[in-house]
């Protein structure tokens, strides 16, 4: 899927389940970078990037500003200081320490969603937790049953996922010519990009030959 197809997705599902359960109580405005690709539906306005979302939801007198947290030296976080905002930090992936630790100075962001409940008891030893809480990235199965019988027997590995460094895709690829070695038939299949989040990560020197490298996508 394509890179902003794929996040403009992310956000419409976001929108339609807040929408469908809370309909009185909510109102959305989805700010991004492009939206003429959006539905109708939502309410959106165009921000060139996280600075510039910070600002509109401000004009626009959003009570909640929801963002998706970044590293420490993120312009980001100097930005939301300066703004009478209210703002939630949503993590993905775990910032680094740099970035925990602006989350928990920035008197602006109220509080901080981990998406599972191992990431939330990873901090349990950063001034983060007191901010923290947890919510589940679901995941619904039925629309992706095989409608063929899958044969099982065959030695193919399939790595699905960003590939950027937080995912650990490097480390399966360091070590995938061992198991080569051991298999010789072997085979790898990568689903997944580094281009998501404007991200371009080259890792292409961990794939000799078994997969594509990432400028190859």
């Known amino acids: 899927m394509d890179t902003v197809l794929e996040k403009l997705l992310r956000k419409f599902i976001s929108n339609y389940y807040l929408k469908k359960f809370y309909p009185e109580r909510i109102e959305i405005l989805l700010l991004a970078n492009i939206t003429e690709l959006l539905p109708p539906s939502l309410k959106v306005c165009y921000a060139a990037n996280e600075i510039d979302a910070a600002v509109k939801s401000e ?3 959003c009570d909640i500003f929801i963002i998706k947290s970044a590293k420490g030296n993120h ?7 300066k703004l009478k905002i209210k703002a939630i930090a949503r993590s993905n992936n775990t910032p680094d320490f740099s970035g925990l630790n602006q989350i928990v100075n920035c008197p602006q962001i109220q509080a901080h969603v981990c998406v599972g409940q191992e990431q939330l008891d990873l901090l349990r030893d950063h001034q983060v937790f007191k901010k923290s809480i947890r919510i589940f990235n679901p995941f ?8 063929n019988e899958v044969i099982k027997g065959s030695n193919t590995g399939v790595f699905l996922g960003n590939l950027i460094l937080p995912k650990g895709f490097h480390l399966l690829a360091r070590v995938w010519s061992f198991v080569i ?4 038939d072997a085979k ?3 689903i997944g ?3 998501l989040y404007n991200r371009n990560n080259k890792l292409g020197k961990y794939c000799p030959q078994t997969v594509l490298s990432e400028e190859q996508y």
């Open 181 to 184: 070695k051991e298999r010789p």
């Open 140 to 147: 619904n199965t039925e629309n992706f049953v095989p409608k």
């Open 188 to 190: 790898l299949i990568v």
């Open 59 to 61: 004009k626009e007198g």
């Open 75 to 81: 312009e980001i976080y100097d930005k939301l200081r």
């Open 193 to 195: 990009s580094g281009k």
